[in-house]
């Protein structure tokens, strides 16, 4: 059957779809934080923030810079150094995830876009960052970027099943004597998280295709998605996937050990989380910045990660908020800081930075 440009079906299904490809201008950096909603974004939490802990007897905000100021110096490097070891470890699995969509690409190229990418996700809500990084790779390679959406999508997916799975070992242990009301409400929400998050894979993998071609929608948009899907599905071969949740652990093992090391720095007395403790307390954080509500969950997290410090593990308001102002340092301003630096010289926003022409592999 002809199309409307003359051509036959066989014709046009040997032509790759065009893929809608974000300009530059609608993904500038620049641009996104001249945006009112953005600046609203990131002063208003922190207001709340403020006036929150302001508002409660047990803050005792003029004792914070003394608290912070005695921190261990040397710890806090430590802390800094374990949490950035999290991204050459978050580009290699990248590089296996795209190696097994058929495309070869360097750690060190996909370390640096990702780091841009956590920059934008740091400055501008909605997980922004995400779509950035497809659009990064996108503009220094000739990869498909719906195939490139869907390894970042499964990488996301990899990250919430390691999160919840490691944060409900790590409650276990940490509340073997018996788990707190608030406690019990994370773990069944994790639990039934995890079991949606399961079920609509699987409903991907077997009735995607086939709901999505029975709706009105252009062709076009069915080619899309199944580039997607391929993205999302050859990404996570058995072959691949040890080594994977390997690589995974290790990545939410760098977040939990800058907790536990930015608490052992401030050395607080009344303060004794251990490391099943401070895993808990760090990778719940992690769930809460899955909300897109504001760049880096910023206000949300800091809420609550005081609240669990506070209500599960008895830690002093003022102590729990010195934490969480630190650790937030850590993951958050550096992030900020170093990567604008990096931002700012990185060939790979003017498409011309991969330091290592990129290779097709074969896949089965």
């Given at each position: 059957?002809?199309?409307?440009d ?29 945006e009112?909603?953005t ?22 905000l003029?004792?914070?810079p ?26 290699y ?9 058929g495309f ?7 370390t ?5 990418s ?5 400055l ?17 390679s ?6 490139t ?14 999160i919840v799975?490691l ?20 773990f ?7 079991a ?16 999505l ?5 252009p ?10 899907e391929?993205?999302?599905?050859s ?9 994977l949740?390997?690589v ?7 977040e ?16 004794h989380l251990?490391?099943?403790g401070?895993?808990f307390?760090?990778l719940?954080?992690s769930?809460?910045?899955a909300?897109p509500?504001?760049p880096?969950?910023?206000?949300v997290?800091?809420t609550?990660?005081?609240?669990v410090?506070?209500v ?24 900020i ?28």
């Amino acid at each position: 059957m002809a199309t409307p440009d003359g051509s036959t079906g066989a014709e046009r299904g040997a032509q790759p779809p065009v893929e809608p490809d974000p300009s530059a201008t609608q993904l500038s950096l620049g641009r996104r934080l001249r945006e009112p909603r953005t600046i609203i974004s990131l002063v208003l939490p922190i207001f709340l923030l403020v006036l929150f802990a302001r508002s409660l007897p047990g803050f005792h905000l003029e004792e914070l810079p003394a608290k912070i100021l005695g921190a261990n110096g040397l710890l806090l490097l430590a802390a800094l150094g374990v949490f950035y070891l999290g991204f050459p470890l978050r580009g290699y699995r990248w590089v296996l995830l795209l190696r097994a969509t058929g495309f070869r690409l360097g750690t060190t190229d996909a370390t640096e876009i990702i780091f841009i990418s956590w920059l934008v996700n740091c400055l501008v809500p909605a997980k922004l960052g995400d779509v950035y990084r497809a659009y990064l790779l996108k503009i220094n390679s000739p990869v498909s970027l719906s195939k490139t959406f869907g390894t970042v999508f499964i990488e996301r997916v990899l990250d919430l099943f390691a999160i919840v799975t490691l944060g409900l070992a790590a409650g276990f242990v940490s509340f073997r004597n018996g788990l707190p009301g608030p406690v019990q409400v994370v773990f069944l929400v994790g639990g039934v998280f995890v079991a949606l998050l399961a079920l609509a894979l699987l409903s991907m993998r077997n009735f995607g295709r086939r709901i999505l071609t029975r709706l009105p929608v252009p062709q076009r948009i069915v080619e899309l998605y199944d580039r997607f899907e391929e993205g999302v599905f050859s990404a996570i071969g058995l072959r691949a996937l040890p080594r994977l949740i390997v690589v995974t652990g290790l990545i939410w093992a760098t977040e939990g050990t800058r907790l536990f090391l930015v608490v052992e720095a401030l050395g607080f007395a009344d303060v004794h989380l251990g490391i099943s403790g401070a895993f808990f307390v760090a990778l719940t954080g992690s769930l809460l910045t899955a909300v897109p509500l504001t760049p880096a969950g910023i206000g949300v997290v800091e809420t609550g990660l005081v609240a669990v410090l506070t209500v599960a593990y008895g830690v002093p308001q003022t102590e729990a908020l010195a934490i969480t102002l630190v650790d937030r340092a850590i993951s958050v301003l550096s992030i900020i800081a170093i990567g604008s630096i990096v931002y700012a010289i990185s060939p790979k926003r003017r498409g011309a930075g991969l330091r290592h022409a990129p290779e097709a592999v074969p896949t089965a």
